[in-house]
C-alpha cells in the first residue's frame, strides 16, 4: 500500500484553481492535516470534481461533520472528510453553512455514504441538505422539537408547555 | 409479471429481535419470500455520546469511548487517546505503542469470536458459540489481568496506557497464542466446508468494491469485496508499521467471503500478538508531558508542585491549542474515527464519531435488495453491526 500523503493542499488548491476558479477559499492546516474551505455555491461542482478527476480520486467520504460555533457568523460549518483509497490521500472539505437558509446542497448523488451522514447532521443540528431523496430524523423520534448537538440547546429542564 | 404496492406484505423486524443483534429495527417489503425494500429504523440506544463529550475533559470521556463498540472497546479508546494526543501533541513511548497492538489485536480477536459464534446461531449452528466463546472468555480473562475489567476497560490513556503488565501476563499471552491455532482449525473444520453453511452464504447479499467503496463501507464488510485497504497499513500508527502481518481480501463480497476475511483476519492478529510479546521494547508506558499529564502518585507524594500540578489538571483539565483533527483507527468493524475541535479550552467544542457500524449498516439495504428474507438475518450478521456504535 502506498503510505498516506498529507500534504497534497497546495497542488490541490492549484488544480482547483485551475478547473473551478472561485471555488476555493483557503487552505488551513491543522495537527498535520490540511482543510479546504470551498465556497457553499461551489460545493457541488468541487465534489465532483475530487471524486472523478483520475489524479485524485476522492471516492470514499470517511465522515461528515457539522461543527457549531456558536457566536460566529455564519454559524454552522459542515465537514467532509474524504479519502482516496487509490492514492492514499486524505483531505477535510470545509464549508459554511449560509445563515438565511441553513441548507447545503446534498452530496448523496456523488458518494451515497452521505445519504446517512447527512440524515444526522440535520437530526442532530437542523442543517438542511437540499436534493436528499429522504432527509428524516434518523437517531431522535420524529416528533422531536428542537437539534439537540446545537450548543445553545438546553441541557436540563423542561419544555414550557 | 410486475407487482404493485398493495401485493407486498411489510413486516417488521426488531427491534427486539435476537437475530438483528440488539435494538434495530427492519421495516422489510416482501413479494412473497423476497426482500423488495429494507429500511432499518435505528436510534434506540442513542446517547448523544458526541455531546457529552463537551462537556468533558478529554480525560473524563475516555471511558464513554468504551461504551461505542463494546465487544473492542480498548480500540475505540486508543483512537480517543491517538486523537487527543494529536492535538496535544504528545508522543506515546514504544512500550506503550506496542501495547496497544498487543491488547488491539486481543480485542480485535474477541470481536471476530463473538462476531462468528452469533453469526452461526443465527444461522442454525449451536456449537461453534460454545467454542468461540470458549476463547473469547480466555481473552477476557487476559483483559482482566492486566486491567482488571473484562470489558469496558478503559485501559489506554492519552500518552500511553494506564499500567505496565502484570508479570502474569505475557506468559498468559503466550499460552494463549499457542492455544489459538488449533482452536481456529476447529472452528474452520466445523463451519468452512460445511454444505448448510456454505449454501445459506455463498452469493448472498452481494455487494462490488464500487458500491462498497460508495457506501464508505470499512473493515471486513469492504475487504470482503476485494478492496485491499486497511488503516493498519494505510495510515500506520501505534507500531504497526514495524510489524509482519497481511491484509487478507475477498472476491465476491457474498457473505462468505466476508467470513474468509475474518478468518484469516484472527490468524493476522494472532501473528501481530506473537510479534509484540516477543519483542515488547521495554521503557515507560506513558509520555513524559508534564504539561498535560498527571504525574505519578509516586511523584505526587514527594514534590509539592506535582501535586499542584495533579490537582489542577484534575480539577480543570489540560488545554490542548486550538485547533482540529481527524484522527482513525481500524476497529473490528472498520473506520473508527473521532473529529475533535477545540478551541483551546479544556473541553472540546465538538466530537463526531465515526462508527463504521453507523455507515456499514446504511449498505444493509443494497446487499438485501431481492434476497430472500431468511437470507437477510445473514446479511445482518455479515455486516457484524454493535447497535451502541450504531446510535452513539
Known amino acids: 500500500m502506498i503510505p498516506v500523503q498529507r500534504d497534497i493542499g497546495a497542488l490541490l488548491v492549484g488544480d482547483l484553481a485551475e478547473r473551478l476558479p472561485g471555488a476555493v477559499r483557503q487552505l488551513t492546516h491543522s495537527c498535520g492535516e490540511c482543510s479546504l474551505h470551498v465556497e457553499p455555491a461551489h460545493l457541488t461542482q468541487v465534489a465532483r470534481f475530487l471524486k472523478d478527476e483520475p489524479s485524485w480520486r476522492f471516492t470514499f467520504l470517511a465522515n461528515l461533520s457539522p461543527v457549531d460555533w456558536l457566536s460566529r457568523t455564519p454559524r454552522f460549518e459542515v465537514v467532509y472528510h474524504l479519502r482516496s483509497l487509490e492514492f492514499n490521500y486524505r483531505i477535510a472539505l470545509k464549508v459554511d453553512v449560509p445563515d438565511q437558509t441553513l441548507s447545503l446542497p446534498s452530496l448523496t448523488g456523488i458518494w451515497r455514504a452521505a445519504n446517512w451522514l447527512e440524515r444526522e447532521a440535520y437530526d442532530l443540528f437542523g442543517v438542511r441538505f437540499a436534493g436528499h431523496p429522504d432527509l428524516r430524523r434518523i437517531m431522535l423520534p420524529d416528533d422531536w422539537e428542537g437539534h439537540p448537538y446545537r450548543r445553545d440547546y438546553p441541557l436540563a429542564g423542561r419544555a414550557a408547555q | ?392
Open chain 2, 1 to 392: 409479471m410486475s407487482v404493485t404496492d398493495a401485493q407486498l406484505m411489510t413486516i417488521n423486524i426488531g427491534p427486539q429481535h435476537p437475530s438483528t443483534h440488539g435494538v434495530l429495527r427492519l421495516i422489510v417489503q416482501l413479494d412473497a419470500e423476497k426482500v423488495v425494500s429494507c429500511t432499518p429504523d435505528i436510534g434506540y440506544l442513542h446517547r448523544a455520546i458526541g455531546k457529552i463529550a463537551e462537556g468533558l475533559t478529554y480525560e473524563q470521556f475516555l471511558p464513554y469511548t468504551d461504551r461505542l463498540d463494546y465487544l473492542a472497546s480498548f480500540i475505540n479508546n486508543h483512537g480517543w487517546c491517538m486523537a487527543s494526543e494529536k492535538l496535544f501533541g504528545i508522543e506515546p513511548p514504544r512500550r506503550a505503542e506496542y501495547l496497544r497492538v498487543l491488547l488491539s489485536e486481543l480485542a480485535r480477536i474477541e470481536s471476530h469470536l463473538i462476531w462468528l459464534g452469533t453469526h452461526l446461531l443465527d444461522l442454525g449452528a449451536i456449537t461453534p458459540l460454545f467454542y468461540c466463546f470458549r476463547e473469547k472468555e480466555m481473552i477476557r480473562d487476559l483483559f482482566e489481568e492486566i486491567c482488571g475489567a473484562r470489558m469496558t476497560h478503559a485501559f489506554c490513556r492519552i500518552g500511553g496506557v494506564r499500567d505496565d503488565v502484570t508479570p502474569a501476563f505475557l506468559p498468559k499471552v503466550r499460552e494463549f497464542a499457542a492455544l489459538f491455532p488449533k482452536a481456529i482449525r476447529e472452528y474452520e473444520s466445523l463451519i468452512t466446508n460445511n454444505p448448510i453453511f456454505r449454501a445459506r452464504t455463498r452469493g448472498v447479499g452481494v455487494i462490488s468494491a464500487e458500491k462498497a467503496i460508495d457506501y464508505g463501507l470499512s473493515g471486513p464488510s469492504l475487504r470482503g469485496s476485494g478492496v485491499k485497504w486497511d488503516l493498519r497499513k494505510a495510515e500506520p500508527y501505534a507500531a504497526y508499521a514495524d510489524l509482519d502481518f497481511e491484509i487478507p481480501v475477498g472476491e465476491r463480497g457474498d457473505v462468505y467471503d466476508r467470513y474468509l476475511v475474518r478468518m484469516e483476519e484472527m490468524r493476522q492478529s494472532l501473528r501481530l500478538i506473537n510479534q509484540v510479546a516477543e519483542n515488547l521494547p521495554a521503557g515507560p508506558v506513558l509520555a513524559d508531558a508534564p504539561q498535560f499529564l498527571r504525574p505519578s502518585k509516586a511523584e505526587f507524594h514527594r514534590n509539592m508542585q506535582a501535586m499542584i500540578r495533579y490537582f489542577h489538571i484534575t480539577i480543570h483539565g489540560a488545554c490542548p491549542p486550538a485547533g482540529e483533527v481527524y484522527a482513525a483507527v481500524e476497529g473490528t468493524k472498520g473506520e473508527v474515527g473521532y473529529y475533535v475541535v477545540s478551541d483551546g479550552g479544556p473541553k472540546p467544542i465538538r466530537v463526531q464519531l465515526r462508527g463504521p457500524s453507523f455507515v456499514n449498516l446504511a449498505a444493509l439495504e443494497e446487499m438485501a435488495k431481492g434476497q430472500y428474507l431468511a437470507d437477510l438475518v445473514a446479511i445482518i450478521g455479515s455486516i457484524d453491526i454493535v447497535l451502541g456504535e450504531v446510535d452513539r
